[in-house]
């Protein structure tokens, strides 16, 4: 069966089922990803897993798998990526907001910048945090202080929602270390200092923008604060009519925040620094790579700064009962997060499975005459159809590589890496894993995050192609 069609199928299937049928989101995307994964051909499965890098003998093997250990394996990867940094990523969160360590921050935050320019404070640490740490981790740290900060202006959460998740996403998608840029980057022989640079460029315009919408959405739309099993509205009030001398200092509050991003950033920077092949396995420099490589791994980062989060919530609290109720009720929420991610992961590779990022690229091959648009459309599509905004990127390079040399182009390839970097964020729905993410620990419905997260990684996408264009006439860089 066609793969437009295997996808077309999934997705009204996905729709009905959590619509119509008011069924659970696990059980919708599980059930979705079933009857994909049936109708997918077992030429299908052999075409994509060739396109995956697989030898013939392996694509050949996956694709006599059966449906059980393809879903399986499909949920499975997608735990294991994520599975526990959601965990330490959620006791992290608790953490903060029960002892008091986010209300501090907030209330620094409000006095260093003031209320009027909270959410741009928002949007600039959100991207900011995007260029060393993965996306996902910029979604763990800032949403909980988001949510204290709506407790002080409730009729802004929208705005500081969209502002806190939404200014990473560009960054992640334009900016060298993470790994779609950086993939795109090496494929068309791009240094990643231009690629940053420039990345930084068209980024500042794009959140520039998504704020601008942002704005626009808060007033159209309500988003009211909800209960999330880890923190009650309610609780969040008492935490925000505290004295300031009853919260935790500000350097013990940010601790847990910080340290997960000088340990990343630390292992991104000296990985760059540093020659790996180094002579003297023993000399300082050496020792130096040799902790951040550990301690700067996203897990381990995570699990330390969870130590130093339950540390601080335990010199708070005192007590033992308490305690033990607050790191429970914070796992089980996270398994409850790890679950949905997974299914809907299981969904995105089902349909990956179907070759509907080989199709969509054949489809492309003949009209190669406006490049910069035709590659923002081929990532755009690719990334909407089965949720990886890197296995879009990865399939536009492969379409487009040997269009890509500044003597055909006319502009420094930095631009088609660019814009295929924007179109990776249109559009994120229930077949990505970040959908679930913000839509779970910030207590939003699928509606909603789709207005306020969904909308304007679009908006933001569509304005980097805007400024890719213009720049690339104007600054060809050639």
């Not at 006791?91 to 907030?106: D, N, Q, T």
């Not at 292992?267 to 902790?291: C, E, R, W, Y």
């Amino acid at each position: 069966m066609n793969a437009l069609i295997l996808v077309g199928i999934g997705i009204i299937v996905v729709l009905f089922c959590i619509i119509v049928l008011r069924l659970h989101v696990i059980i919708s995307l599980l059930f979705a990803a079933l009857v994909t994964g049936i109708l997918c051909s077992q030429g299908q499965l052999y075409q994509y897993a060739l396109h995956s890098g697989m030898t013939g003998t392996d694509a050949s093997k996956f694709s006599y798998q059966t449906i059980g250990v393809r879903l399986s394996n499909a949920f499975g990867n997608t735990a294991a990526k994520i599975g526990l940094l959601v965990i330490f990523a959620s006791i992290i969160g608790s953490a903060l907001i029960k002892s008091g360590a986010a209300e501090r921050i907030i209330r620094s935050l409000l006095k260093g910048v003031g209320e009027k320019n909270a959410a741009i404070a928002f949007l600039s640490g959100s991207f900011s945090l995007a260029i060393p740490i993965f996306i996902d981790m910029v979604y763990f740290l800032m949403i909980p202080l988001v949510k204290s900060m709506g407790v002080h202006n409730p009729r802004k959460f929208s705005l500081y929602l969209s502002c806190g998740v939404g200014g990473g996403v560009m960054a992640n998608a334009m900016i060298p270390p993470t790994p779609g840029p950086s993939f795109v980057a090496n494929e068309l022989n791009i240094s990643h200092g231009i690629m940053m640079a420039m990345g930084i460029v068209v980024g500042i315009f794009t959140i520039i923008c998504g704020y601008i919408y942002a704005l626009w959405a808060n007033k159209k739309w309500d988003l009211p604060m909800r209960d999330t099993p880890d923190v009650s509205i309610q609780e969040l009030k008492q935490k925000a009519e505290l004295k300031l001398d009853s919260l935790p200092r500000l350097g013990v509050s940010l601790l847990p925040v910080v340290l997960p991003i000088v340990l990343i950033a630390g292992n991104t920077i000296l990985s760059l620094s540093f020659d790996k092949q180094m002579a003297n396995p023993h000399s300082f420099q050496s020792m130096v790579l040799g902790f951040f490589k550990t301690a700067g791994e996203s897990n381990i980062a995570l699990f330390i700064s969870a130590f130093f989060a339950l540390l601080l919530l335990w010199r708070r609290l005192k007590n033992a009962k308490d305690f033990q109720k607050i790191v429970t009720d914070a796992v089980k929420n996270a398994g409850m997060i790890v679950l949905i991610i997974s299914a809907g992961g299981t969904f995105g590779q089902m349909l990956q499975q179907t070759g509907i990022g080989i199709q969509i690229a054949e489809m492309a091959s003949g009209y190669k005459t406006f490049i910069l648009p035709l590659a923002f459309l081929i990532t755009a599509v690719v990334r909407t159809a089965q949720g990886s905004a890197t296995v879009a990127m990865v399939t536009t390079i492969g379409v487009l590589k040997g269009f890509s040399s500044a003597a055909v182009l006319g502009f420094h390839p930095v631009y088609l890496a660019l814009v295929i970097g924007c179109g990776s964020k249109i559009f994120s729905w229930m077949n990505d894993s970040g959908f679930w993410i913000v839509t779970e620990i910030s207590g939003m419905k699928e509606k909603e995050t789709i207005r306020v997260f969904s909308y304007m990684l679009t908006v933001m996408g569509f304005a980097g192609l805007a400024a890719v264009m213009i720049l690339s006439k104007v600054f060809p860089l050639t």
